[in-house]
């Protein structure tokens, strides 16, 4: 790890200040401390958000939960409101990455990173969600723009994000044995305009699948799932898996996901 | 050089690291003491990796699956260029392995060792004891399924019975029951209910598999002359001082380093027993070079086979120079002491004095036959095994599948072993443990892989490289059978490595049986989920899976080629 200053602002002012004088904004730093520890990544000054209290908690807002960009994993799943809103989300979060992780990854950290293969981006793909930054309200359609790029700006940070609540919805995952993060993961959430599907640990990032919303849309069941066929031409291959391994898991953890959230 | 605690080694903290050398040099230049420290992502890129065969094995049996002849064509990595022990590992600690526990009476051998681009592939726990049984319990049960007998009747049919058993590759077992191990495994982990849990598996789409492995380990390599004639440049003895105190206390010195396998309790255990003192009066010291006798360290599962040996040796020094004190003492004859429970007795009276009386006199020689009998209680010993100790035992592994992932779940394993005598069953059971945990994270999940264009290391870190998790193992059920060595003084065998050694096939057979449905006849380790996917995949289109190497009658078969 190369040397660097750190800060830690107490208002999203302050934060905004560092940051636009060149301080790399850290989340919870599940992702930068390592790459700074492999000297990846050797940011000049960090601006700790941990301290922001205008960056935190979790409320109901009409139809919509809207959740604070430093919310920890842990809160996300421990939090009853999310659990009785949105028990996928809150299940999701139980489950990322391991127990030092999600004490201290948050969910602005692992949206603003894109990590192709996080948990989250599926999660505010599928739900359709909004981004709210200090600039803007992004909607997640337009945020994601494949491996760690997003709509985000020099300066802009997230500040929350709302999700409307599906009726039904489930996230299902195959963990790489060596990162844990997804191999493949799928998030489906059936909305009464239709069903959305979020895949992510397959492509160049989190992308939600055409095929199968067309068909769980009209049928939300396995069997409807199963019989989407996956095209694994635009998928990842790697040391872990083929592309069509992964065009493969798609296909299952779709299934299993549409009967977890049918219960 | 002094090196307390060094942590685990498995290995890869025996050889001769060009840092060393370096860092050595570098210290006498300034004449100041340097540190260094290798990080992770260093360690992988440098440090020797392990295990990495291409072989090709057959097995000839008669009608009723009594094995004939087998040959074996193996393929060898060594890396870009020579580690410590490169060249002994896939060779002698390789190929004299492959009698395994059975008779077969003709046993043919073929090497090739390769120069490649990745990093030096030495001793990686078992070193070449793994390899050997992966290829031949792989190769067994595969045999026993051509003949359409279970993997614990071919093995039964060819188990060797009668001892000392000479091998038709060198070795000579002395002692071992491979029955009595396999019998209490198939017990503990409850075949009979197998087929039961098959059905139960199969109804929530799964499938399940049972693999067996009984394998047989070298330990204690020795002896040093015969290891010399084979080119080995150093010793294969061990030392061991013991120094009683004028209190009665002990410390011993022995050359074992303890990599944190527990040597401070084991050894201490062995000279509490054997001078009838508390095991708190025992102070074991190594890891000092300034301070122990030259001794040769830990790996393959000597230390108390062979450091304890050494110590052993050194007691009976002790004690006999202790009985002719306590002789004097008592005024009879040297012959007529006996020393049993930390007392010295004169044969056929009531006569007693305790050790601690006999280690005071020692040092205050005062009543004392000084024309005789040098002062003092401290003796030195160096143990040279006349051969290695055979722990052998079978190892049970039952997996489920599933279908849709590839996912393998290890659900029930069960290993017994036959360490000989064991002095620490918790430390003994913890190293069995931690055996079994390695042997199967290579089975399921471990591998270095280098990219194909570029040779660069693509697992460099732990977010490729996949090290297994508790969260990956059942509970293990394990138990021991007792066949103690023959020719060391405690009748101890060694069981750091058992686990890594015997587990690895049991894996896989269970893979294999599981997949046998789907046609797959033959799968390479690891079975990460989208391997054996592939292999279902395969299984089901092709249902007989050859493997593509060259067939051995394209070999030389050892001679040079015309």
């Known amino acids: 790890m190369y040397a660097f200053t750190f800060e830690r602002p107490d208002?999203?002012?302050?934060?905004?200040?560092?940051?636009?004088?060149?301080?790399?904004?850290?989340?919870?730093?599940?992702?930068?401390?390592?790459?700074?520890?492999l000297r990846l990544s050797a940011p000049e000054q960090l601006a700790d958000l941990g301290a922001c209290k205008d960056l935190t908690g979790i409320r109901k807002e009409g139809d919509a939960l809207v959740i604070g960009?430093?919310?920890?994993?842990?809160?996300?799943?421990?939090?009853?409101?999310?659990?009785?809103?949105?028990?996928?989300?809150?299940?999701?979060?139980?489950?990322?990455?391991?127990?030092q992780v999600r004490a201290m990854g948050t969910m602005g950290g692992s949206v603003a990173n894109n990590d192709p293969a996080a948990c989250y981006p599926s999660a505010v793909l599928a739900s359709g969600a909004t981004v709210i930054t200090t600039k803007r309200e992004i909607a997640a359609d337009d945020f994601f723009q494949g491996l760690f790029t997003t709509a985000l700006e020099d300066g802009e940070l997230i500040k929350a994000i709302r999700f409307p609540l599906p009726k039904k919805a489930a996230y299902e995952k195959l963990r790489q044995k060596a990162s844990h993060f997804p191999l493949v993961g799928v998030f489906v959430a059936q909305f009464d305009s239709g069903v959305r599907v979020a895949v992510t640990g397959a492509g160049n990032g989190v992308f939600r699948h055409t095929g199968l919303e067309a068909a769980l849309s009209k049928s939300f069941t396995p069997e409807s799932a199963a019989g989407v066929a996956i095209d694994d031409s635009e998928l990842n291959s790697d040391l872990h898996a083929t592309a069509a391994y992964r065009a493969n898991l798609i296909s299952v953890l779709a299934q299993r996901a549409v009967a977890k959230a049918l219960g | 050089m002094i090196a307390p605690d060094v942590g685990g080694g498995f290995g890869s903290k025996i050889y001769l690291y060009a840092e060393d050398v370096a860092l050595t040099w570098g210290s006498k230049q300034i004449n100041r003491a340097i540190k260094w420290t290798s990080d992770r992502s260093e360690a992988f890129l440098s440090d020797a990796h392990g295990r990495d065969h291409v072989s090709h094995a057959e097995m000839a049996m008669d009608k009723d699956g009594k094995f004939l002849a087998m040959r074996v064509h193996t393929d060898a990595n060594l890396g870009?260029?020579?580690?410590?022990?490169?060249?002994?590992?896939?060779?002698?600690?390789?190929?004299?392995?492959?009698?395994?526990?059975?008779?077969?009476?003709?046993?043919?051998?073929?090497?090739?060792?390769?120069?490649?681009?990745?990093?030096?592939?030495?001793?990686?726990?078992?070193?070449?004891?793994?390899?050997?049984?992966?290829?031949?319990?792989?190769?067994?049960?595969?045999?026993?399924?051509?003949?359409?007998l279970g993997q614990d009747e071919i093995r039964k049919r060819n188990f060797i019975r009668e001892w000392p058993y000479q091998t038709p590759v060198a070795l000579q077992y002395d002692i071992g029951d491979y029955e009595a191990c396999?019998?209490?495994?198939?017990?503990?982990?409850?075949?009979?209910?197998?087929?039961?849990?098959?059905?139960?598996?199969?109804?929530?789409?799964?499938?399940?598999?049972?693999?067996?492995?009984?394998?047989?380990?070298?330990?204690?390599?020795?002896?040093?002359?015969?290891?010399?004639?084979?080119?080995?440049?150093?010793?294969?003895?061990?030392?061991?001082?013991?120094?009683?105190?004028?209190?009665?206390?002990?410390?011993?010195?022995?050359?074992?380093?303890?990599?944190?396998?527990?040597?401070?309790?084991t050894f201490a255990q062995v000279v509490a027993a054997r001078l009838g003192i508390p095991v708190e009066n025992v102070d074991i010291v190594h890891g000092d070079t300034g301070r122990i006798p030259f001794g040769m360290g830990t790996y393959g599962s000597r230390s108390i086979s062979?450091?304890?040996?050494?110590?052993?040796?050194?007691?009976?020094k002790i004690e006999a120079k202790a009985k002719k004190i306590a002789a004097h003492l008592m005024e009879a004859s040297d012959a007529d002491i006996e020393f049993a429970g930390g007392e010295f007795t004169v044969k056929g009276t009531d006569k007693k004095i305790p050790f601690g009386q006999v280690a005071l006199t020692a040092y205050v020689p005062h009543n004392y036959p000084l024309d005789k009998l040098e002062p003092g209680l401290n003796e030195t010993a160096f143990y040279d095994p006349t051969n290695f100790t055979y722990p052998s035992g079978t190892y049970i592994c039952e997996v489920e599948i599933d279908k849709g992932t590839g996912e393998v779940k290890i659900d029930r394993f069960t290993a017994v072993d036959d360490f000989g005598t064991i002095i620490n069953p918790m430390i003994v059971e913890g190293?069995?443990?931690?055996?079994?945990?390695?042997?199967?994270?290579?089975?399921?999940?471990?591998?270095?892989?280098?990219?194909?264009?570029?040779?660069?290391?693509?697992?460099?870190?732990?977010?490729?490289?996949?090290?297994?998790?508790?969260?990956?193992?059942?509970?293990?059920?394990?138990?021991?059978?007792?066949?103690?060595?023959?020719?060391?003084?405690?009748?101890?065998?060694?069981?750091?490595?058992?686990?890594?050694?015997?587990s690895p096939p049991a894996v896989i057979n269970a893979v294999l049986d599981a997949l046998a449905p789907l046609g797959v006849k033959d799968f390479d380790m690891p079975a990460s989920p989208a391997r054996v996917w592939e292999a279902m995949k395969k299984g089901a289109t092709t249902p007989t899976q050859q493997p593509q190497e060259p067939s051995l009658t394209a070999s030389t078969q050892g001679r040079p080629a015309a």
């Not at chain 1, 960009?69 to 809103?85: F, G, I, P, Q």
């Not at chain 2, 598999?209 to 394998?215: A, K, Q």
């Not at chain 2, 002359?225 to 003895?237: C, D, E, K, T, V």
């Open chain 1, 69 to 99: 960009a430093m919310s920890r994993h842990l809160e996300v799943a421990n939090s009853a409101e999310v659990k009785s809103a949105y028990p996928a989300l809150a299940d999701l979060a139980s489950r990322i990455g391991d127990r």
């Open chain 1, 11 to 37: 208002t999203l002012d302050n934060a905004l200040k560092l940051v636009a004088g060149g301080a790399k904004p850290l989340a919870g730093g599940q992702t930068l401390l390592a790459s700074m520890k």
């Open chain 2, 182 to 265: 396999m019998t209490r495994a198939q017990e503990l982990a409850e075949v009979s209910g197998f087929a039961a849990r098959k059905a139960e598996s199969e109804k929530k789409g799964k499938l399940r598999g049972i693999g067996y492995s009984s394998y047989i380990e070298a330990c204690g390599l020795a002896p040093s002359n015969i290891a010399g004639a084979l080119g080995a440049r150093a010793g294969l003895f061990e030392a061991g001082e013991v120094r009683v105190h004028p209190t009665g206390s002990v410390t011993v010195f022995t050359g074992s380093h303890s990599h944190g396998q527990g040597h401070e309790t």
């Open chain 2, 306 to 316: 062979v450091g304890g040996a050494a110590i052993m040796r050194a007691l009976d």
């Open chain 2, 80 to 148: 870009a260029y020579l580690s410590t022990f490169s060249t002994a590992i896939p060779t002698i600690l390789y190929a004299t392995l492959l009698a395994g526990q059975y008779t077969t009476p003709q046993i043919y051998v073929e090497v090739d060792a390769w120069f490649t681009n990745t990093a030096p592939v030495d001793a990686y726990r078992g070193a070449g004891r793994p390899e050997a049984t992966y290829l031949l319990e792989r190769l067994v049960t595969r045999c026993g399924w051509e003949l359409g």
């Open chain 2, 431 to 502: 190293q069995v443990h931690g055996g079994i945990v390695q042997g199967i994270g290579q089975a399921l999940m471990e591998n270095c892989v280098y990219d194909n264009e570029t040779g660069q290391l693509l697992t460099g870190s732990f977010m490729d490289y996949a090290m297994p998790r508790a969260e990956d193992f059942p509970n293990f059920k394990l138990d021991t059978v007792c066949t103690p060595c023959t020719h060391n003084p405690l009748g101890t065998k060694g069981c750091g490595e058992a686990g890594a050694i015997g």
